[in-house]
């Protein structure tokens, strides 16, 4: 869960590359606008090589420069990014991606410092609190129902209907701190904590919102996280859809992948940034999901 790319390591570097990047560092406050730009763009290009010695400098350094040095890191993490969804989507024939490496990509994006190593402590208290409660006896509803209670009304975790299309509500650090999300967040969160449990919970894509299924030895249960995990038949979720002007066809029942979940999430963001005309960062969440996509 940690980043991955040489570990930021700079012995990965070789001598002449130090060199030069030690170089590239003093040069960033040039007198000159033009050797400056050239700086931070080969910087940018050296990519994670360069990293450990601009976090040394950027400690070290004066006000101005570390301000200069953080532009550049903060360029330099979307392609490292891109290099990690790289690897998630390289996965054998037949097998899915791993979701919660992919959720914790996404909200690196926007919050370059949020560690996945929290995201995943804070999941194992969740589920760890939760193991307690379940007994092997339990039946599928049984079993939804001490999830969804613990998660939505004693954690207190609720759709956010104030702000839906905040960008926020799509990376997990916040969602996880703020108890708050959009439909496909909250139904990660599900998934997350209810496959540390061993309960066979998955995502389903309905057109316009999404929410989850639980198999059972009879008829799957699916249930609503972004509406305080309340439990909905097939028929409403029927209505829902076609509440869309949508045609409903029995397939968006069935569980979506993990490389869907994500390549959706990133959809979302997207269509957000487009709204806002952010354009780079639209483009951005573009190339990982084309990613994502052409593995799929």
Do not use: W
């Not at 939804?144 to 990376?171: A, I, M």
């Not at 959009?182 to 990660?188: D, G, M």
């Not at 509406?227 to 409403?236: C, E, F, L, Q, Y």
């Not at 354009?279 to 990982?288: D, F, I, P, R």
């Amino acid at each position: 869960m940690k980043k991955s790319p040489a570990d930021n390591d700079p012995n990965a570097t070789t001598d002449s590359e130090r060199a030069e990047i030690s170089s590239l560092i003093r040069l960033m406050d040039d007198r000159d606008a033009f050797v400056r730009e050239r700086v931070q763009d080969r910087l940018v290009e050296l990519g994670a090589e360069a990293l450990p010695f601009l976090e040394t400098a950027r400690s070290e350094e004066n006000v101005t420069l570390r301000a200069e040095i953080a532009e550049v890191m903060r360029r330099i993490e979307p392609r490292l990014i891109a290099v990690e969804f790289q690897a998630l989507a390289e996965v054998p024939e037949g097998e899915d991606v791993d979701l919660e490496q992919g959720v914790c990509l996404i909200m690196r994006y926007g919050h370059p410092e949020a560690d996945p190593a929290h995201v995943e402590e804070m999941l194992d208290r969740l589920a760890s609190e939760l193991a307690s409660r379940i007994r092997t006896k339990d039946e599928g509803a049984e079993r939804v129902r001490k999830l969804t209670e613990f998660l939505f009304q004693e954690k207190g975790y609720h759709g956010n209907k104030s702000d839906y299309f905040s960008p926020e509500n799509s990376y997990f650090d916040t969602v996880l701190t703020g108890q708050t999300g959009i439909p496909i967040t909250l139904s990660v969160l599900c998934i997350l904590v209810g496959q540390r449990l061993d309960l066979p919970v998955a995502g389903v894509g309905l057109p316009g919102h999404f929410v989850v299924r639980c198999e059972t030895t009879k008829e799957p249960i699916f249930f609503d996280p972004f509406n305080d995990g309340r439990v909905i038949t097939a028929k409403d979720c029927e209505e829902m859809v076609k509440g869309f002007g949508i045609q409903f066809e029995s397939s968006f029942l069935l569980p979506v992948t993990s490389r869907e979940i994500l390549i959706r999430m990133l959809h979302n963001l997207i269509m957000i940034f487009n709204r806002t005309n952010d354009t780079e960062k639209a483009e951005q969440l573009t190339e990982y999901s084309r990613i994502l996509m052409q593995r799929k």
